[in-house]
Structures are given as structure tokens and as C-alpha cells.
């Protein structure tokens, strides 16, 4: 299953190539691949390739939500070309429970383009993912620039607004099953446990 990200967070087309992201079955998880354009701005977070860093939001990423929108639990999934990576569960809006989980994540930059690929664990997702939405941020200042998959539209956004990707209600229906088949049953979550203690 394969999405392109050609639009600004605020719905105004984008004037480079779009971010691509798959996602297909994996060993124990989702695996999630991402081709998109090497800005190399702001430079690398300083913290080592292949760990968390946390407020990788502030640098390059690509990030992925998967939502249950009836209990607003959701996983939160950053990428960063040099390596780094964030992953964060949320148990309602802006709510992170749970932060700088491993992640098994290579990269490889080449000719300005980065790919990058992520095993995304079944134990990291929360019960009855039905919506999704995906991301991409880069530049700096003036340039920083906020790109989404599903943008908000233009004529819902208020003067003075600025980016917000936790607004689920513009997120758009997904299931695992989509990518898994029908008949798979999602593995139950020994973290998504603590989210209601």
C-alpha cells in the first residue's frame, strides 16, 4: 500500500517531488518505507543514527499516525534520514503515555533522495486502528516547510492558525487488514494495557 504526500499542511500544492511511503507486511509488524527528497535542513540532530532522539519533530522527518478514533489511542511514528528515529504512543490527543521506543530503522541516502525503512512492531499499535495519516516536515526558519498527506482544507483553517498534526479529525480511514488481509486478527498489546491504568 503506497501513499504520496503532495500537499501542505494547509492544502497548497507542493513544488517537489512528494514523499512516498509504503507499507507492507513485515516480520511481527507493519514495515514501513519512506522515499522522499534529501533537503538536508536543519543538519542532524546530534544524538547517534538508529537510536531515539527525542523532538525530532524540530529536525527532517517523516512521520505516520495510526488512530483508533473512537478511543483517540494512537501511534505516533517519526523517521529521520540521518538515522534517528521517534516513536511515541498517545492515549488521547497530544497525550504521550509512552516515548523513544526501539525501533529497528535503516537509511540510506543517495543522488538527494532518502530511504529509509522501519519495522513497526503489532505491540506498538493500539486496539482497532481505523484511520491514518502521514506526514513530512523539513527546512528551516522561514523555509520550514509542513506537508501532509491529508491536509486540512482550506476553508476550515483560521487566521493566525499554524501546522497541527494531531488533528484527527482530518485523518482518513485505514485498517491493517487493508495491508495484512481480512481475516488477520491484530495481536493484542501488553503496552496498550498500560494505557488504561
Known sequence: MEFHIKYTWDSFPLDHDPVIIRFSPGEGGLLMQVTAPF??????????????????????????????????????VELC?????????????????????????????????????????WRYFPPGVNKMNSYAIHGSGAERSYEALYPIPREDIVEG?????????????????SIMGEDWVQPESDLWDLAGK
Open 81 to 121: 534520514p540521518h538515522g534517528q528515529h521517534l516513536v511515541l504512543l498517545l492515549n488521547g490527543k497530544h497525550n504521550a503515555f509512552m516515548q523513544q521506543l526501539p525501533l529497528s530503522f535503516k537509511v540510506n541516502i543517495e543522488d538527494k533522495i532518502w530511504k529509509g525503512e522501519a519495522l513497526l512492531p
Open 161 to 177: 492558525q499554524g501546522p497541527d498534526f494531531h488533528r484527527l479529525e482530518y485523518f482518513q480511514d485505514f485498517t491493517l487488514q
Open 39 to 76: 533537503i538536508n535542513d536543519p543538519p542532524a540532530p546530534a544524538g547517534p543514527p538508529g537510536e531515539p532522539f527525542p523532538g525530532l519533530w524540530d529536525y527532517e522527518v517523516v512521520e505516520s499516525f495510526f488512530l483508533n478514533n473512537h478511543t483517540e489511542q494512537y501511534l505516533e
